[in-house]
């Protein structure tokens, strides 16, 4: 709804607003309890009380957006098993109920009690979130708009990570009653101890994006084990961001002129592969069939079917394939659909998709699409290409032609068929018939039987 959508960007404001000023509230006063800080934390804490109930009444869609929980019982027992004890501490006023009894309490207990907003911050977490659910895209009329706030999120979380940085670099450590011996004692040259705040915030983001840059220590290198520690942390968070900001930047590079990049990928392989297939009509029979498996020389290496056949077998396989590709995401087959031809991957990966059953895949040398060509019935799974798929057609009628001049190799089909349905739970009547009937009539000899086991044999092993 749309108070909602205005509830859920004003609780991110809320979120981005505590994220910075906390940290720098924590670091650089002493105080927290002149009337502009006891505003903003007694409105914050109201506005997150208030969510931490609103949440029990939020729908929750399931993360391939098929269903929407809107059942309260439903939604009160997900939200207590995930989120809400991180909501619930981060919404508690700790540090006021300190203050409350500040005179039986150390001071430092109380400054404790006050770093426990912190926890606050991992909030953030579910609150983005938000920001990729369907009821929130409906308000973002175009996508580019949607791809630059996700953007501007990650170079937020950068910028978070500097903010938490430079306020780990002031703060005092836990135990110590001081503050770090950089700041508590800088050289004579760099007098800190009565500057504003927003000049130590300044020296402090020197230093540290000197140690997440790596470029340096700053003004002084760390002495104490305890300076040593945090510019190793440092360290180390600047280079994840650094190498976050470098993918990201690769992937927004990539991503701003898509469309025509799969589009010339796409020209390309289908040129390439119209181009290299079929031999001119002037070149003579003999020397086109040489031409033809020159260019196949990949699929036929890659197929064991192949591999195992009668060299003529080949010849007349290729001389009938046609070249198609296929981008990520396209279906080939569609499950229950009626079958005109089969195919061979030559380079690439398939999944194969039924009901009920677990995703199966299929990649170089591999080929899909026979069962219904043997059996004339529909199409028993849907095949969707993963990957860029480089793949060879053969028509039905070819199929059936080529088969008729070689008994042997339908036979083998047909086991490697038989083998394939069992594996998914399915059994074809026809295709048993046929098969028990060679081998009851002795049509093949012992030879010829071990080359089918064999290729069925590599056609389980190349299932993913």
């Not at 135990?175 to 508590?184: F, I, K, M, N, T």
Request: net charge positive.
């Amino acid at each position: 709804s749309l108070p909602r959508f205005y509830w859920d960007f004003t609780m991110l404001l809320f979120m981005v607003g505590n994220l910075i000023i906390i940290p720098v509230g924590i670091t650089f006063f002493k105080e927290e309890t002149t009337a502009p800080w006891i505003v903003f934390n007694v409105v914050s804490d109201t506005f997150f009380l208030m969510d931490l109930v609103l949440n029990f009444r939020t729908g929750i869609v399931i993360e391939d957006n098929t269903e929407i929980i809107l059942d309260p019982e439903r939604i009160k027992k997900k939200y207590l098993k995930t989120w809400f004890v991180v909501d619930f501490v981060s919404s508690i006023p700790v540090d006021y109920v300190f203050l409350i009894v500040e005179k039986g309490i150390d001071s430092e207990v109380y400054k404790t009690a006050r770093a426990l907003r912190i926890v606050r911050f991992t909030k953030i977490l579910s609150l983005l979130r938000l920001l990729r659910l369907s009821r929130l895209i409906r308000y973002i009329h175009q996508w580019e708009e949607v791809r630059v706030l996700r953007d501007t999120a990650r170079w937020k979380g950068n910028k978070s990570s500097v903010h938490g940085s430079v306020c780990n670099q002031e703060q005092t450590p836990p135990g110590l009653p001081v503050r770090v011996p950089w700041v508590r004692a800088p050289p004579p040259s760099l007098s800190l101890q009565n500057d504003s705040w927003s000049e130590l915030y300044s020296f402090a983001l020197f230093k540290s994006m000197s140690h997440m840059l790596c470029i340096g220590y700053g003004k002084q290198a760390p002495e104490s084990m305890t300076d040593i520690w945090l510019t190793m942390l440092s360290m180390i968070v600047g280079a994840t961001c650094y190498a976050m900001f470098i993918g990201h930047a690769t992937a927004l590079i990539q991503s701003l002129d898509s469309s025509r990049r799969q589009y010339q990928e796409k020209v390309r392989l289908g040129w390439t592969g119209t181009t290299v297939l079929v031999p001119h009509p002037a070149v003579a029979p003999p020397p086109g069939a040489e031409i033809v498996n020159f260019n196949c020389r990949k699929l036929v290496a890659s197929m064991p079917l192949f591999a195992n056949a009668d060299p003529n077998f080949v010849t007349a396989m290729l001389t009938k394939l046609k070249f198609e590709v296929f981008q990520p995401g396209d279906y080939i087959i569609r499950e229950g659909t009626i079958g005109k031809k089969m195919y061979f991957i030559q380079h690439g990966v398939v999944s194969i998709l039924t009901k009920g059953n677990k995703e199966m895949k299929l990649s170089d040398g591999s080929y899909f699409g026979e069962i219904c060509l043997l059996t004339r019935g529909r199409r028993t799974a849907s095949v969707r290409a993963d990957t860029y798929c480089r793949l060879y057609s053969l028509s039905v009628d070819n199929f059936n032609e080529v088969l008729e001049e070689y008994p042997m190799m339908r036979r083998a089909f047909e086991t490697v068929a038989i083998d394939r349905l069992d594996r998914i739970g399915k059994k074809n009547s026809i295709l048993l018939h046929k098969v028990q009937h060679d081998l009851n009539s002795g049509v093949f000899n012992n030879q010829e039987n071990e080359i089918i086991q064999e290729i069925v044999k590599y056609d389980r092993e190349m299932v993913q």
